[in-house]
């Protein structure tokens, strides 16, 4: 059973940064892509990034191109969101994802079935 845990979540004024873990077991982490995702109170659930599983290929939304940084490192089973220049609109629950199949598309967020529990990011004005 894949099990995923996000941490790093906080509150933070406008302008600064956070970085969020995923630590993941329950299958071989590298053959799979990894998402990140996050649903801001009264809206639907948004699909933020993507690594592949080498972690040579990576997708980002327009709203955080630039500013979020997603990486990984397969040989502790932990994915990474760095954020940086946070903005209000950024506050969110964040939720570490990973697909059923080895063959998730980078750019889509459909087909992720495993959920971690989320973490609550407050961006501040």
């Known amino acids: 059973q894949v099990q995923l845990v996000e941490s790093g979540g906080g509150l933070v004024q406008v302008g600064g940064s956070l970085r969020l873990s995923c630590a993941a077991s329950?299958?071989?982490?590298?053959?799979?892509?990894m998402g990140w995702l996050r649903r801001a109170p009264g809206k639907e659930r948004e699909f933020v990034a993507a690594i592949s599983g080498s972690g040579g290929s990576t997708y980002y939304v327009d709203s955080v191109k630039g500013r979020f940084t997603i990486s990984r490192d397969n040989a502790k089973n932990t994915m990474y969101l760095q954020m940086n220049s946070l903005k209000p609109e950024d506050t969110a629950v964040y939720y570490c994802?990973?697909?059923?199949?080895?063959?998730?598309?980078?750019?889509?967020?459909?087909?992720?079935?495993?959920w971690g529990q989320g973490t609550q990011v407050t961006v501040s004005s």
């Open positions: 994802a990973a697909p059923s199949s080895g063959y998730q598309l980078l750019n889509s967020g459909r087909g992720y079935v495993y």
């Open positions: 329950g299958r071989t982490f590298s053959s799979y892509t």
